[in-house]
């Protein structure tokens, strides 16, 4: 069984950063995609930006230049880094892995509200 828990997120002003964090475990033998994705309140769940198993990425134009996407395949990790937030990037935000190439697991979801 497979299990994704994030940990990170909070309260920050505008302009701040945050650093979230996602780790895999259980029964693994490759991570093919990694990715995160955001719900607001009222709104679909969104792409906020995805890396694969060789390093390529790919991010959403509203947190292109302002956010990082990064992974640690020995440790079976995804890190999302935040910076510049405006208010727009409050949401809750949620890792999202494709697992032994058949399964896509979600993890637990954070909220991330960002103040004016």
């Known amino acids: 069984q497979v299990q994704l828990v994030q940990s990170g997120g909070g309260l920050v002003q505008a302009g701040g950063s945050l650093r979230l964090s996602c780790a895999a475990s259980?029964?693994?033998?490759?991570?093919?995609?990694m990715g995160w994705y955001r719900q607001a309140p009222g709104k679909q769940r969104e792409l906020v930006a995805s890396?694969?198993?060789?390093?390529?990425?790919n991010y959403a134009d509203s947190t292109k230049d302002r956010f990082t996407i990064s992974r640690d395949g020995a440790k079976n990790m995804v890190y999302l880094q935040m910076n510049s937030l405006k208010p727009e990037d409050t949401a809750v935000y949620y890792c999202?892995?494709?697992?032994?190439?058949?399964?896509?697991?979600w993890g637990q979801g954070t909220q991330v509200t960002v103040s004016s």
């Open positions: 999202r892995m494709i697992i032994n190439s058949v399964g896509v697991y």
């Open positions: 890396i694969t198993s060789g390093g390529s990425t």
């Open positions: 259980g029964s693994i033998f490759s991570i093919n995609n």
